[in-house]
């Protein structure tokens, strides 16, 4: 070697829920298995945290007070398009409309475990690098043309 230093990029994951209970579990959850967690409490928050530093994948809450998280969403598409979004529900049908949406890589229902929340991450983290190799133009293209590309 000659003495350059690699550097390591760690996956950071923005959580964003209304209720501070999930926010911590989650992260206690994506800590030990090497993701970089940070946490707000309304889509608001999070899109001022995504502005200071972007977040590799969105893990979001869908039912929050004021703007809910498929606004979120949709900001974070216009602003942030190669940022991963995961989207939690407690509802028991996501519509067909709103899993198409691009960038949408993952849905967890609630009550979720832990083992598909590391699982729904991991994947976002690839369609994350993914996207970033693509660039802007193509990474809000949807899951879906992702799967087809084989860049996974």
Known sequence: MDGAALEVHVSSVLIVDDESRIREILSRWLTPAGYETREAADADLALEALAISPADVVLCDVHMPGHDGLWLMGKIRERFPE?????????????????????????????????????????????????LLRGPQRASGSVEDWLKSGDK
Do not use: N
């Open 83 to 131: 940022i991963a979004v995961v989207l939690a529900t407690s509802d028991d049908a996501v519509p067909p409309t709103t899993s198409l949406q691009p960038g949408v890589v993952e849905y967890l229902v609630k009550p979720f475990t832990r083992e598909s929340v590391l699982a729904a991450v991991a994947r976002s983290v690839e369609w994350h690098r993914s996207a």
